[in-house]
């Protein structure tokens, strides 16, 4: 994916009301793929509460899953999916 439209990604993440923490932690697994926790950790150099305390929220918003059969692995929705369901989640509040 280019660049640009990663950043664009990424602010339509955060103007759908994920903080940038979050957005970064879904971005990075929608790129590599299923991943374990710790690996996240060690390159995006956020302590390990950080990301386990975003991947809580970002399965809860449906766009991250752990492994079913690994619980320490957690993969994302492509961004396409992970986008529209963002929006769909905004519209019903308002």
Do not use: C
């Not at 990604?9 to 790129?31: I, M």
């Not at 793929?33 to 929220?57: C, F, H, W």
């Not at 991250?64 to 989640?89: H, M, P, Q, W, Y």
Request: proline share 1%; net charge positive; no cysteine.
């Amino acid at each position: 994916m280019a660049k640009l439209s990663l950043e664009r990604v990424f602010k339509a993440l955060v103007s759908l009301g994920l903080s940038e923490t979050d957005a970064r932690v879904y971005v990075y697994l929608a790129l590599k793929g299923p991943t374990e926790a710790g690996s996240i950790v060690d390159n995006l150099k956020m302590s390990r509460q950080q990301i386990y305390r975003s991947l809580k929220y970002l399965q809860d918003k449906g766009i991250v899953f752990a492994d079913s059969t690994n619980r320490g692995v957690f993969s994302a929705l492509l961004f396409e999916k992970a986008l529209k369901l963002l929006i769909e989640t905004e519209k019903t509040k308002t």
